[in-house]
């Protein structure tokens, strides 16, 4: 946050909101998230299992994925929807934060992983898709399923590599 007090801040909080329009499009966005989630459920039904979607503060809308090996190791990934970015990730979560460090150590040779600083809430995130389309749905929803399934075999065969 910047170093302005919150009473300095408030009126243009109230200006931004004043409009209706953030609202409405993170409401839209949230949507999306949702019913990516439902896609993911019915189309991974018995390789993975999905967890309701989740809201960061106003920063990240998600849901995780686990299957028998990711629990397996305490691990999850997470399909995040980036609000300041407006993109899509992947990431690669433990389930505590001393999974994660231990994790974090271990693949600081990986490509995705930062070896000077670990992300806050995660091991490692990957861009998912870069600049999605809005516009169309279904179009949007077959960008990331392509996404995925490569990406996330990726990570699977990098896991046990690492192991």
Request: aromatic share 14%.
């Amino acid at each position: 946050m910047s170093g302005k007090s919150l009473n300095t801040l408030i009126p243009a909080y109230k200006e931004a909101f004043a409009s209706g329009e953030i609202q409405k499009t993170y409401q839209s966005l949230v949507g999306i998230v949702q019913n990516l989630r439902t896609e993911f459920s019915k189309k991974y039904k018995g390789e993975f299992s999905v967890a309701n979607v989740l809201h960061g503060y106003i920063d990240f809308t998600y849901f995780y994925l686990q299957n028998d090996y990711l629990k397996k190791n305490k691990l999850k990934l997470a399909i995040v929807f980036n609000h300041q970015q407006v993109h899509f990730e992947l990431w690669l979560l433990g389930q505590t934060k001393d999974v994660q460090i231990r994790y974090w150590e271990k693949l600081k040779g990986v490509k995705w992983v930062n070896p000077e600083t670990m992300p806050e809430y995660s091991i490692f995130e990957v861009t998912l898709l870069a600049n999605p389309g809005f516009d169309n749905d279904k179009r949007l929803s077959e960008s990331i399923h392509n996404a995925f399934g490569p990406l996330s075999q990726e990570i699977f065969n990098m896991l046990e590599a690492y192991e």
